[in-house]
């Protein structure tokens, strides 16, 4: 009801454990905060909140024009619904290593159990695009060595996200990935690796934690979590997957109004008004006021 009753400090527990553990752990992507409703009931170990998804719901390409105050906001809200661990994608860490250190301790404040901070500078692009520009080794490491001063609770994540290898290969990656673990980074995100022997490379050459992105429609192909197990990987995240689901079931739905003139065609495939409520656990408001919850009628419950 209302909130998450687990607090920022036990989920930053919970996503180091989840990062130790022998099974990878995986973060679908959340594109609103109901949705994490649906991903912790399926047993994920996380949340994960995609910094293009962000922009995209705002109408808005992923190019770094959403400011830290609508991460931090949008990531909060999200946060507080699950009782999981929620990863935000920090982009850059918009703007100078200083805005790197605000935008850590915001993200503490808005509960969250870590963020990924890139090497690419701006206008940013998504990883599997062409084109990309990063930033020199001595800025890329100013960056972590800024967040990593400025959090206070040091079970909060920082990880580093290098986009170097679709610039300048496979072994200035695992260098950069190297030198942003010597920062203190708690974790590695190598962006666009070609194929699952650069993932294992990079897992069995660092000393941290390395992360996969599984986004569709990108560089790497869609590897299984038993394959980016064996490969060394500790977390998976599926970042855009959600939002491109639902987006081409409301294309589905809006095409069957327009046409056929109602969207009866598409009721089987809908979440149930039973099933809504359920997650939102309508009926658990009567301990407020008993009337709340008092519309079902004896033997005819809600579809
Ligand atoms: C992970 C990512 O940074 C994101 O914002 O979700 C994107 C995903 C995508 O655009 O498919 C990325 O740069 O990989
Ligand atoms: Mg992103």
Known sequence: MLYSNVTAEEKRVAFREALAAD?????????TPLSTKLIQEQGFEGVYISGGVLANELGLPDIGLTTLTEVATRAGQIARTTDLPCLVDADTGFGEPMNVARTIQELENAGL???????????????????????????????????????????????????????????????????????GADAIFPEAMADLAEFEAMASNLDVPVLANMTEF????????????????????????????????????????????TQES????????????????YNAYNQFDTGVFN?????????
């Open 295 to 303: 519309f079902e009628v004896p033997g005819k419950p809600l579809a």
């Open 113 to 183: 159990a870590g963020c990924h901070i890139e090497d690419q500078f701006n206008p940013k692009r998504c990883g599997h695009l062409d084109g990309k520009n990063v930033v020199d080794e001595e800025t890329a490491v100013k960056r972590i060595r800024a967040a990593v001063e400025a959090r206070r609770d040091s079970n909060f994540v920082i990880m580093a996200r290098t986009d170097i290898r679709g610039v300048d290969g496979f072994d200035a990656a695992l260098e950069r990935a190297q030198k942003l673990a010597d920062a």
């Open 218 to 261: 990108g560089k790497s192909q869609l590897f299984t979590k038993q394959q980016l197990q064996d490969a060394g990987v500790s977390m998976i995240i599926y970042p855009v997957t959600l939002q491109r689901q639902a987006m081409g079931a409301i294309e589905r739905v809006l095409s069957a109004i327009r046409t056929q003139g």
């Open 23 to 31: 099974e990878v752990a995986q973060f679908p992507g959340a594109f």
């Open 266 to 281: 598409e009721v089987d495939n809908m979440l149930t008004r039973a099933r809504l409520y359920e997650l939102v656990d």
